[in-house]
């Protein structure tokens, strides 16, 4: 049995997934935390271990038209429809915000062709203060 832990101490939560290390395994799932600044009132971002952030494409895309959202007895349906705003737009409006949080951005981004998906990863891979990509096949 290992030693307990009193009020003083703090556990190490950190835990390593390839070569990035995160303090804490709790992560924001992508398409469920807008781009992390609607939530800023209510948690503090850099508590988390990780931000994944909307899925991103190439070019911006507007999504699935109204109704995007059922609710059901069991619970609730939705079809956005990878709303997002483009490469060139994250970059410029909604990473400044990311950058300034304490703590990791993973992109998750998608495309249409298999071309897509690398021209995506080679531009993110040249941005700084993005630690990790998480390509969307769905």
Do not use: C, W
Request: glycine letters at 10%.
């Amino acid at each position: 049995m290992g030693r307990p832990i009193n009020s003083l101490q703090t556990p190490d939560l950190s835990v390593t997934i390839g070569k990035l290390k995160l303090k804490n395994p709790v992560m924001v799932a992508s398409g469920t935390f807008g781009f992390g600044e609607e939530y800023e009132d209510f948690i503090q971002l850099d508590r988390l271990g990780a931000i994944i952030p909307k899925g991103i494409s190439l070019k911006p895309m507007v999504g699935n038209r109204p109704p995007r959202i059922f609710e059901t007895e069991g619970g609730i349906l939705n079809s956005i429809g990878l709303q997002n705003p483009g490469f060139h737009e994250f970059i410029r409006e909604k990473l400044p915000f990311l950058r300034k949080v304490k703590t990791h951005v993973i992109v998750n981004f998608f495309g249409n062709t298999e071309k897509e998906y690398v021209e995506l990863a080679r531009r993110f891979d040249d941005v700084s203060g993005i630690s990790g990509l998480e390509m969307n096949i769905s």
